[in-house]
């Protein structure tokens, strides 16, 4: 068990469609990091948020989007879900953020099917 | 830009089987390594890493050494298990990026009893 908690773990749903997927850090760590798993694109970081401020932004696209809330929790929202969304989303985590040092502490993802 | 290549999976072994999983990068500054892996149903795990050139990783049984010369971080395993059947990424962290970790596509392995 890393620590790291996101839900929900599957979830289908239609195009067109907004979802949110939530995530929460190991106990202590200020650092989250969002990543796609895909079979044809492979594991893709989307984005970080440090202590509640956006930190580094990967190959997000414009109809997704996150937040870190105080109590350090973070959220996903996918809107506009096209089929080539469907993939397995990784929340991660860390201790810090001002240097990423690549210790990061995954969970377990969120299963997106998009119909 | 920072890349992995690992070699295509998946692989195949008998319990006991001498393991390697060729990964090499392309980095700009000093990158870090690491190996990490995912078990079926599971997040990634971190699996070992080094930090500098000629540094050697080890964790339950598997090894990875940070050779520079041939920018390559091979993973080793003298005798694998039935549980040791996962999913294996090398990755990197490089000083010259955003720092963040820049993944290889994966190595599916199948260890039979």
């Known amino acids: 068990d890393s620590g790291v908690t996101q839900t929900p773990k599957h979830l289908i749903t239609a195009t067109g469609q907004r979802v949110t997927l939530r995530c929460s850090p190991r106990?202590?760590?200020?650092?989250v990091y969002w990543y796609q798993q895909s079979l044809d694109q492979g594991l893709q970081f989307l984005i970080q948020?440090?202590?509640?401020?956006?930190?580094a932004k990967g190959n997000i696209l414009e109809r997704f989007s996150a937040q870190q809330f105080p109590d350090l929790h973070s959220e996903l929202n996918l809107s506009s879900l096209e089929l080539g969304d469907s993939a397995l989303y990784f929340c991660?985590?860390?201790?810090?953020?001002?240097?990423?040092?690549?210790?990061?502490?995954f969970g377990e993802g969120s299963r997106l099917t998009v119909l | 830009g920072n890349s992995v290549t690992q070699m295509e999976g998946p692989v195949t072994l008998s319990e006991e089987a001498f393991l390697t999983i060729n990964c090499t990068y392309t980095?700009?500054?000093?990158?870090?390594l690491f190996w990490y892996v995912q078990y079926p149903g599971e997040g990634l795990q971190l699996l070992l890493k080094?930090?500098?050139?000629?540094d050697k990783g080890s964790n339950k049984g598997f090894e990875a050494t940070y050779r520079k010369e041939t920018t390559s971080f091979h993973l080793e395993k003298g005798s694998v298990q039935v549980s040791d059947s996962a999913v294996y990424f090398c990755?990197?962290?490089?000083?010259?990026?955003?720092?963040?970790?820049?993944f290889g596509s994966g190595t599916q392995l199948t260890v039979l009893p």
């Open positions: 980095a700009t500054g000093y990158p870090s």
């Open positions: 990755a990197l962290v490089s000083s010259g990026s955003a720092r963040q970790l820049t």
């Open positions: 106990s202590g760590d200020l650092s």
């Open positions: 948020y440090y202590n509640g401020e956006e930190r």
């Open positions: 080094a930090t500098k050139a000629d």
């Open positions: 991660a985590s860390s201790r810090g953020g001002q240097q990423n040092t690549g210790e990061l502490f």
